[in-house]
């Protein structure tokens, strides 16, 4: 007889990955090498390490090893509030009267409310290895800023935060928490930088943006000694931290000889998704299973499903190497929605390759007041209050669970609940108030940016 599936299940702390899951050795089509601007040419490790700690970039640049070691330090830190539980949402199945089985992992049980903090954890491990002193680095919403405030508290690293001005504001709490970790916070952009007081000459009231915040970081990571630039998604190694997530959620699928049929992540830079399909793309790879892989983006920010698949630049000031991925170019500056962390004109290289190859099947672009009337439902049903990034994927799993409500099918359903909402209040009280708007682009506004795309040197 079949187990009875829990409301949640747990791995043990013996069953936690002590390996992290590289995707990149499984594809047999790689990601197109990331470049030099100048030159052109790829970039090797010894560059990229000018910018990003050593460790960090021998790992972007390999894609051979199936596997990576999570050092023991790292496993430790993991085990302060890792597993995360696989919940069965049978709760919500119940109020949408679907035949469907809702299965979702909930990264958000840290202080720093999502899943960046798995990556934050082992960036900051290899920088103290490295013998630095110091990290730069981005922050949009909050999470990353404050998911890598308390890396480095941890691990003793001091650490300045740009973090986009509109989120600064509108989540001055933010900044407390990062500054209880002890790390220095900077609105931006800021009068700091010259790529800052560039952009606010031409644009004093701007309230930024993470491509923006990133030029800044990485300056001041140039001109400051013993330290480097991190950041908290897009990047391949990052997305190599965040299998955990997969890793985790397929050993508790296997308990009750479970496979998900489709699989949910929103996507900003695309880390939680990467993570959380890692280990079941390597399974459709194989030929060994075909679950249905959906990002769920943004309409206000459609990277995936209205960019164009070129060579771009991580930042608007054009300082980072060019990645070829799904973008809106690093000139497109997202009208201010509420969902912070996926307001950003990229993609991660992955997840683009995967996208274009057919493998990750689909972008599904939704509307902001459809992914919190999605978040209010979930948190009146499953009682817990998601980040808005999060909601996308909630409301992409209510659809297609509605859907298996039409055509009857029990289709089992896996999201990724990559993180909590408390610092996102204005963005539910305006909702609450019918304030709430839909801001789509027109092809003309998505055409501004993606003309910012960065011409080849010959
Ligand atoms: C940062 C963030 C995201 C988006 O980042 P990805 O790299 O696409 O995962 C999604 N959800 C939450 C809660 C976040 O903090």
């Given at each position: 007889m079949a187990k009875q599936v829990p409301y949640k299940i747990y791995l043990s702390e013996s069953e936690l990955p002590k390996r992290w899951y590289n995707l990149r050795a499984d594809m047999k089509e790689k990601r197109d090498p990331i470049l030099?601007?100048?030159?052109g040419k790829p970039v090797t490790a010894d560059e990229l390490s000018q910018i990003l700690v050593t460790e960090l970039a021998n790992q972007e640049m390999d894609?051979?090893?199936r596997y990576i070691d999570i050092p023991e330090e790292i496993q430790s830190f993991y085990r302060m509030y890792r597993p995360s539980p696989l919940v069965r949402a049978y709760c919500l199945e119940k109020a949408l009267d679907t035949p469907a089985h809702i299965f979702y992992k909930f990264e958000g049980g840290n202080t720093s409310g999502s899943h960046k903090l798995n990556s934050a954890a082992a960036q900051v491990y290899y920088a103290k290895h490295q013998g630095l002193t110091h990290l730069t680095t981005e922050t949009g919403a909050g999470q990353w800023g404050t998911a890598l405030s308390m890396a480095c508290g941890f691990f003793d690293i001091d650490l300045k935060v740009y973090m986009v001005k509109a989120s600064a504001n509108q989540k001055p709490y933010r900044k407390a928490v990062m500054e209880t970790f002890g790390a220095h916070v900077t609105p931006s952009p800021?009068?700091?930088?010259r790529v800052g007081r560039q952009i606010l000459s031409k644009d004093p009231t701007t309230g930024g943006s993470l491509g923006c915040a990133i030029s800044e970081a990485i300056e001041t990571a140039t001109l400051t000694d013993n330290c480097r630039y991190v950041l908290g998604s897009v990047l391949d190694h990052v997305a190599l931290h965040q299998s955990v997530i997969g890793l985790e959620a397929k050993a508790a699928f296997e308990q009750y000889d479970l496979y998900p049929d489709i699989i949910i992540g929103c996507a900003g830079g695309g880390s939680n998704l990467a993570g959380l399909i890692a280990p079941f793309m390597g399974d459709k790879l194989a030929g060994k299973r075909n679950p249905y892989f959906i990002a769920a983006e943004p309409a206000s920010c459609p990277s995936m499903s209205r960019g164009r698949y070129a060579y771009d630049f991580g930042d608007i000031g054009r300082t980072t190497p060019l990645m070829k991925m799904y973008t809106l170019g690093s000139g497109f500056i997202p009208s201010p929605n509420h969902a912070g962390g996926l307001r950003y004109h990229g993609m991660s290289p992955i997840v683009s390759k995967l996208y274009h190859d057919g493998h990750l099947d689909e972008a599904r672009a939704v509307e902001q007041t459809r992914v919190f009337e999605a978040a209010c439902t979930f948190a009146k049903h499953e009682g817990t209050l998601v980040a808005p990034e999060s909601a996308h994927a909630i409301r992409v799993a209510m659809d297609e669970a509605i859907k298996c409500r039409e055509t009857g099918q029990a289709k089992t359903i896996l999201f990724g609940l990559s993180g909590t909402g408390y610092f996102d209040l204005a963005a539910y009280m305006e909702y609450q108030n019918g304030q709430m708007t839909d801001f789509i682009p027109t092809d003309e506004d998505l055409e501004r940016g993606l003309a910012s795309l960065p011409i080849l040197p010959k």
């Open positions: 030099n601007p100048g030159t894609v051979t090893n800021s009068n700091t930088t």
